[in-house]
């Protein structure tokens, strides 16, 4: 059964709700018919969406009635009159909602990279229907009483290892949405979660607005000097794109800008950083400050009436870390040697500003600001490793660094092929489609890349799926990864960053973590495991874009052909630990703003954003001027919008776990496919189906340690000699 299951919007229930939400859904649904290309399943391989058939007009009344389907088909298992059993009560579940899956997963993929004004209407339409929805199923009390009878006789039931762990965890999950609740607060946290889904749905639309926005312009083409030719053209375009004279350069979802490296006009980098810093505080329709202060409030008070003493308690009941305060206190220890690395690289810079002013009228620098970091970071690095990073992009074009970079891992650890399909229909001009097989030949699944910016596209990457693994419901995985690398001009190659490689192979990692999935059960397949341990195969496969053998494949120049020279090369592996004090310090102040805003009590006044940042910084001691947090808290997509509320934690967590991994890998012989096989097998293709945590010590053979993440950050001096 796939629900929307995000950070406050739970499942389905019975009473005024449910009925409420049959009713408008039975009001909406009259247009929905055999002509709607989700009334049945995509005859397409591997079901994949009929995208040249799917019309926005389509979605809603597909939603509508997916939501109005998977109601009666829940409600039928709840009045079964006979005992509740594992199949007629727990298989029924996951047979249910196909139709509402169906839409849901295409809907929500499309919104999130290629949306339009009437998509984003039909979300702000359907954002609390779905919440309601998702409450309709989980509050239910009669289904929620077979649920429980179920978890009551599960030794008594015979059942296999994987189905003993779906009755664990269908229970927790219910119990965790407040089935326990008393019906007056049941009726009271229904409220909460359509309010908490409206504004998340208010939030991302806003921002999206307002980060293209805050794009910086130009008609002043010295404004831009430092840029190269290629990255003036793609300037260019998208100014020509939104009809506008001279230069665009459109943000990023984070608070530097990867085009503050080369900027060498420094009233130009500060333009481009207050835009982005301040791109949802400029007043107007797009301001997310009252949005973010009432969204911390409320979910404050979902957390109280859930039982629990603030919102991240509850949220993290179930992950890894179990408590906030565990989250916290692994945040916090790594805080020390973060910022005095940070502070140590700040002189570095300042010194090389200070020294180019000697010898001007000016005497001494200007003082270090965030808008200076990246540009003369850059300096630092050129000097300390003769490495300029413009000198390494012609190796990483981004095609070549897919089939031969991503790929090819992938190939050699786990035997998997890779066939590009053109005959599968797509959302977008820029989409590609590639067909995954098993070293055996076997079709595994299917896999969509959307790597350029586009105005309507959401900040940032990110992985999902369009269908779901299941043996149950006998379905493979169709999965999309999408990036916002910015687009070359007509005819121009496109030349990405080692970071934009490294988001690459992050990605894939997602995808590899859905295509291997074996599991029997939808509700355990993939990549639906707790956010502390589903960035963990990601991280991991970041690993393999600096692996010799594999680097050695796919960096090679887009004109020649030739490889990177060894010397260049090796310049690049010595530089990856550079300026990772700064790298740790923006990301844990990101993520400890997180838990502080998730940690508020429900006593705690309505926030003032910009004073409550200023404050928990200052008290977590990463209140660094030149270092700002990766995201303010008013476009912190990712906690207020995205799922990651009271998480964003889980990318340190995971980096401890997937560090840990790749020096298994290297104490093992590295790159080969004995160890990949073994970890598919032990770990990737698990999903949700084990206890992840004696899953990952059964793989490793030990508990895990932060010392390779140290390491890895050059936090701590490597003594291996590797």
Same mark, same amino acid.
């Given at each position: ?83 509740? %059993?594992?199949? +007629? #009560?727990?298989?029924? @579940? !996951? $047979? ?8 849901? /997963?295409?809907? &929500?993929?499309? %919104?999130?990279? +290629? #949306?339009?004004?009437? @998509? !984003? $209407? ?8 779905? /919440?309601?929805? &998702?409450?309709?199923?989980?509050? +239910? ?18 059942? &296999? ?562």
């Amino acid at each position: 059964m796939r629900t929307m299951m995000m950070a406050g919007a739970v499942a389905l229930g019975t009473g005024g709700v449910a009925a409420a939400g049959q009713a408008t859904a039975a009001g909406q649904t009259a247009a929905f018919g055999p002509d709607n290309p989700f009334y049945a399943p995509s005859t397409l391989p591997y079901q994949a969406p009929v995208f040249d058939r799917i019309k926005d007009s389509d979605y809603q009344p597909a939603l509508e009635a997916g939501m109005a389907e998977q109601l009666k088909e829940v409600q039928s298992i709840a009045d079964n009159p006979a005992a509740p %059993t594992f199949e +007629n #009560t727990l298989v029924a @579940l !996951e $047979k249910s909602g196909q139709l509402y899956s169906r839409v849901q /997963a295409v809907f &929500d993929g499309v %919104t999130g990279a +290629n #949306t339009d004004p009437t @998509l !984003e $209407k039909i979300e702000e339409i359907e954002a609390p229907k779905r /919440a309601a929805h &998702d409450d309709a199923i989980f509050l +239910n009390a009669k289904l929620f009483q077979r649920v429980a009878a179920i978890y009551k006789q599960i030794d008594s039931l015979g059942l &296999d290892a994987e189905s003993r762990r779906l009755v664990d965890v269908y229970y927790k999950n219910f119990v965790h949405a407040g089935a326990n609740l008393s019906p007056g607060d049941k009726a009271k946290l229904r409220r909460l979660n359509e309010e908490e889904s409206t504004l998340q749905n208010s939030f991302r639309s806003k921002l999206l607005a307002a980060t293209k926005d805050a794009a910086y312009s130009t008609g002043d083409k010295s404004a831009l000097t430092g840029l190269s030719d290629a990255q003036l053209a793609a300037a260019a375009e998208a100014a020509k794109a939104r009809k506008i004279e001279g230069y665009m350069l459109p943000l990023q979802n984070t608070t530097q800008q990867p085009i503050l490296v080369s900027l060498e006009d420094r009233a130009t980098r500060q333009a481009v950083f207050e835009d982005s810093w301040n791109r949802t505080e400029r007043g107007g329709a797009n301001d997310t400050r009252e949005t973010i202060a009432r969204l911390a409030k409320l979910r404050a008070e979902k957390g109280k009436l859930l039982g629990y003493p603030n919102y991240a308690a509850w949220n993290l009941e179930d992950q890894m870390a179990k408590t906030p305060e565990a989250a916290v206190k692994f945040m916090d220890a790594l805080v020390p040697a973060s910022t005095a690395k940070a502070v140590e690289e700040g002189k570095d810079i300042q010194a090389v500003i200070d020294a180019q002013a000697a010898g001007t009228a000016q005497k001494s620098g200007f003082q270090l600001q965030p808008w200076d970091w990246d540009f003369y970071a850059e300096q630092v690095r050129k000097a300390r490793y003769d490495l300029d990073e413009e000198q390494v992009r012609p190796y990483f074009e981004v095609n070549n660094v897919l089939e031969n970079g991503v790929f090819y891992a992938a190939t050699q650890l786990y035997g998997i092929t890779f066939k590009e399909r053109n005959d599968i229909p797509v959302y977008n001009p820029d989409v590609r489609v590639f067909e995954v097989f098993e070293a055996s030949g076997h079709p595994l699944a299917l896999w969509y890349c959307d790597y350029f910016k586009r105005d309507n596209k959401g900040g940032g990457a990110w992985m999902s799926n369009f269908v779901d693994q299941s043996k149950l419901l006998g379905t493979l995985p169709v999965i999309y990864n999408v990036a916002n690398f910015t687009k070359p001009a007509a005819g121009e190659p496109a030349l990405i960053s080692f970071t934009d490689v490294t988001t690459m192979f992050h990605e894939f990692g997602h995808a590899l973590h859905g295509m291997f999935s074996d599991a029997e059960y939808p509700l355990l397949s993939g990549t639906d495991v707790p956010r502390d341990f589903v960035e963990f195969p990601s991280q991991f496969n970041e690993h393999w874009a600096s692996n010799p053998a594999v680097f050695d494949h796919f960096a090679k120049h887009y004109k020649t052909g030739e490889a990177m020279p060894a010397e260049l090369a090796v310049k690049l592996r010595k530089a990856e630990k550079f300026n990772q004090g700064y790298m740790l310090t923006e990301l844990l102040a990101a993520a400890e703003l997180d838990m502080e805003w998730h940690m508020l009590p429900v006593t705690a006044p309505v926030e003032k954003p910009d004073a409550f940042e200023k404050t928990a910084l200052e008290k977590k001691k990463l209140a660094l001027a030149a270092v700002p947090p990766r995201y303010r808290s008013t476009y912190f997509a990712h906690i207020w919008g995205g799922g990651y509320a009271a998480g964003y934690y889980a990318y340190l967590w995971s980096e401890m776990l997937d560090d840990d991994a790749y020096q298994w890998f290297e104490d093992h012989g590295g790159l080969t496919r004995a160890n990949g096989e073994r970890f598919r097998k032990m770990v990737l293709s698990k999903g949700n189906t084990e206890d992840l945590g004696k899953m990952y010590s059964a793989w490793l053979g030990a508990e895990p340690s932060t010392e390779p993440m140290l390491k890895d950050r050059g936090l701590v001096e490597d003594t291996s000699g590797k």
